[in-house]
Structure formats: C-alpha cells, structure tokens
C-alpha cells in the first residue's frame, strides 16, 4: 500500500522559511520522480519542484526558483522541500507527489505544466504566508 505523507506546513510570516518533509511507504525511492505540488484558493493546482531518485537531478517553478530547495534521502524513502523568502503569494496547501517514470519530459512536465498524471498523491499540508 503506497502512501505519501507531508508535513512541516504552518503559519509564518512574509520573509521567513519552513521545510516540508514528504515520507513514503510502500516502495522504494529507485528511479522515481517525487516532488510537490500547491494549490492556493480559487487558482489551479501548480507543480512546485521535483526531483529524481535516481539522478538527483531537481526542477523548479519559475516562481520559486532561488528560493526553495529540493532534496531527498533514499534511505529514509524521504524527500524534503526548503522554502525560504516566503511571499503571501506562496500560500497554498502543499501536496506530495510520485511517479516511477523519472524520465526527463515527466520532470520538466511537472514545473512548466498543468500535467498531473502521477501515479501517487499525499493529502496536502496547509502553508500560510502572512503579510
């Protein structure tokens, strides 16, 4: 039975930093795409950051580009989202996501479209960004 659990979501005000943490169960991190995914209130969901288990290559969303940081631990099947410099804007329930297609177009997919195909979702953890 596969699960994603994500965590580390909370309240912190404009300019301040949280780490999200994503836990897997259910198989192994080899030669997966696993990342993130937000959905703020009246907005489509938007891919945030992925990574792959097997390169450890990373992709990020223009808009969060310089200021949150991918990264994962294969040994704790665990893969981990710094987010730093946060804005207003960056509130949004937070999810968890993976696939085992690491491949090149799925992780370029995941932060420049509206493609949600992965094979495994978490249920999200609320980030909120006040001004």
């Known amino acids: 039975d596969v699960q994603l659990q994500a965590s580390g979501g909370g309240l912190v005000q404009a300019g301040g930093s949280l780490r999200l943490s994503c836990a897997a169960s259910?198989?192994?991190?080899?030669?997966?795409?696993i990342g993130w995914f937000r959905q703020a209130p009246g907005k489509e969901r938007e891919g945030v950051s992925c990574?792959?288990?097997?390169?450890?290559?990373?992709y990020y969303a223009d808009s969060v580009k310089g200021r949150f940081t991918i990264s994962s631990d294969n040994a704790k099947n665990t893969v981990y989202l710094q987010m730093n410099s946060l804005k207003p804007e960056d509130t949004a329930v937070y999810y968890c996501?993976?696939?085992?297609?690491?491949?090149?177009?799925?992780?370029?997919?995941?932060?420049?479209?509206?493609?949600?195909?992965?094979?495994?979702w978490g249920k999200g953890t609320q980030v909120t960004v006040s001004s």
């Open positions: 996501a993976a696939d085992p297609s690491a491949g090149l177009l799925l992780l370029r997919l995941w932060v420049t479209s509206r493609y949600y195909g992965m094979d495994y």
């Open positions: 259910g198989f192994t991190f080899d030669d997966y795409a």
């Open positions: 990574t792959s288990s097997s390169d450890g290559s990373t």
